[in-house]
């Protein structure tokens, strides 16, 4: 009887170590702001001695998390040391991408999402909790170089309707408190990444500049926080943005080696639009009564698709440009120092929302697999060009495609290229983009093969109604790439779970056998 009892449970547990490895598989169309909210990870906690420093020297680089097939956090990593890259700037507390970065020397800006700005205006214990598990924990046990904690993201935004208004301060205000109770205010900072929205200028020059009416009485209370923690105002400017959304916009004005008509301002001259934004912030904060006040520049950066004007030369050239600024300690008229920044972004990620357009999947400097799109000297190694990911696994060299003999006028194309697309990504077919010469049959293939790469080239992914096929013959089409995805990565704790199901299921058995 015991022995049968012991059966059942080899049987369940069996089925539970099934279920779980085919729950891990799964894949979801949650939104970005989904993917934004990141979980959060509880452990012990000790106390750690490490000084604060403030860093402003040598670039870093943003590390999202809004991708389909992640690589795994110990390839970045090392691709970060590698290119010499000394600072990282995430959207989320990811227990296994902080757990990489301990003991790397690579100093960290930890995310809040804004969906969790609520939470932790309303309650100081959810404040103090956060920070324990996603600040102390990784400090002390993981010895992770943890520098400042971004509360929020870009959350007054105008498209957010005012959605953040009101627990941004507070949220903030928690944050820092709880930093405080674990004595790690010196070491660790808060700030809030805000989108360059939050101040204009009426004269059109930097001179001009403060916040917008709109949110002047919210803003004040925020830097007034940071201000007396010696915590920095942190912005995110994109010249590609305005070139994008502006028709008239100068495009020459959105680079740093460009021949457009300088702007004068008072004796300033700005021959780009990076340092006229910049230092209509600078401006802003001056007349707020914040005239020294540390500026990181959170996002900066140029996509190479998804949009006539997001395209390898034009990336290059601006990072390139942005870059060269940095390696000689180049600041703006205003602020002739070095700057603090961050590039957006280090690695393409193809689940990212398109709502601002096509272009918002292809911000890397790296594509999803962790290869260099263009030559890009950081002035970090010596070297001109990026250094790639080593140890990337793939899967099988083979695509979906329609198929030869399926006819174009079939009632089921439409529906189905539109199935493959909305749960692919099809960013790379539209005008003037990479794929953008591809004649019909070609855009077709091209959505199969987004979906079934996705879906991790399952038999059933490349049907279509029977209108797919897969091939060993690759059908990439100039600068057209049709990608093979990279194997899923799956974070350590589901791992951690499998194994001690099979390390059970195998000790049961031994046993059994004994019997």
Not at 71 to 99: C, H, W
Not at 145 to 171: C, D, H, K
Not at 258 to 266: E, Q
Request: glycine residues 8%; proline residues 5%; charged residues 15%.
């Amino acid at each position: 009887m015991f022995r049968l009892l012991l059966f059942f449970i080899v049987i369940l547990l069996l089925g539970l170590g099934l279920n779980g490895a085919n729950n891990q598989r799964i894949l979801t169309s949650e939104s970005a702001a989904d993917r934004d909210a990141g979980d959060v990870s509880s452990s012990t906690v000790k106390m750690s001695t490490v000084s604060h420093a403030v860093a402003v020297g040598g670039i870093g680089a943003n590390w999202g998390s809004q991708s389909s097939h992640r690589l795994r956090p110990e390839i970045v990593v090392r691709m970060l040391r590698e290119n010499g890259i000394q600072k990282v700037k995430l959207f989320d507390a990811d227990y296994d991408t902080l757990r990489a970065l301990g003991r790397s020397g690579i100093q960290v800006m930890v995310g809040i999402p804004n969906d969790m700005l609520s939470d932790l205006a309303s309650s100081s214990k959810a404040a103090d909790k956060w920070v324990s598990e996603n600040v102390t924990h990784h400090i002390t046990a993981n010895n992770v170089m943890i520098r400042y904690v971004a509360v929020g993201n870009e959350p007054f935004l105008q498209t957010y309707n005012g959605s953040f208004l009101r627990t941004m301060y507070p949220a903030l205000k928690n944050i820092q408190d709880a930093l405080t109770k674990a004595k790690l205010h010196d070491q660790v900072k808060i700030t809030c990444p805000n989108n360059a929205d939050v101040y204009s200028t009426e004269s059109g020059l930097p001179s001009g500049g403060d916040f917008r009416a709109d949110i002047h009485d919210y803003m004040m209370p925020i830097v007034k926080l940071l201000n007396d923690n010696g915590a920095p105002f942190t912005v995110n400017i994109y010249p590609f943005i305005s070139l994008y959304t502006e028709p008239t916009f100068p495009a020459e004005y959105a680079f740093f080696d460009g021949d457009a008509t300088p702007l004068n301002d008072g004796g300033m001259t700005y021959n780009n639009m990076f340092d006229a934004n910049h230092d209509t912030l600078v401006w802003a904060l001056q007349k707020n009564g914040f005239p020294n006040m540390p500026i990181i520049l959170g996002e900066i950066g140029w996509p190479t698709d998804g949009d006539r004007n997001a395209n390898l030369q034009y990336a290059q050239r601006f990072n390139q440009g942005f870059m060269t600024r940095m390696s000689a300690g180049k600041g703006t008229p205003m602020r002739s120092g070095p700057i603090d920044a961050y590039l957006f972004s280090l690695i393409d990620e193809d689940v990212k929302s398109i709502q601002p357009g096509n272009f918002e999947r292809h911000w890397g400097i790296f594509r999803y697999d962790g290869q260099p799109k263009y030559p890009l000297n950081l002035g970090t190694i010596n070297s001109n060009s990026l250094i790639p990911a080593r140890n990337v696994s793939y899967l099988e060299p083979k695509w979906c495609i329609m198929k030869p003999n399926a006819r174009l006028d079939d009632p089921k194309v439409a529906e189905s290229v539109s199935y493959a697309c909305s749960l692919g990504d099809c960013t790379c077919l539209g005008y003037q983009t990479s794929c953008g010469g591809l004649d019909v049959r070609e855009n077709i293939s091209f959505a199969f093969n987004s979906y079934y790469q996705i879906n991790n080239q399952a038999a059933e992914a490349c049907n279509f109604n029977g209108l797919g096929t897969v091939t060993r013959a690759d059908p990439s089409i100039g600068n057209c790439r049709f990608n093979i995805m990279i194997e899923q990565y799956y974070a350590a704790a589901a791992t951690l779970e499998g194994s001690f199901i099979r390390t059970f299921l195998a000790v049961t058995l031994i046993f059994l056998n004994g019997l």
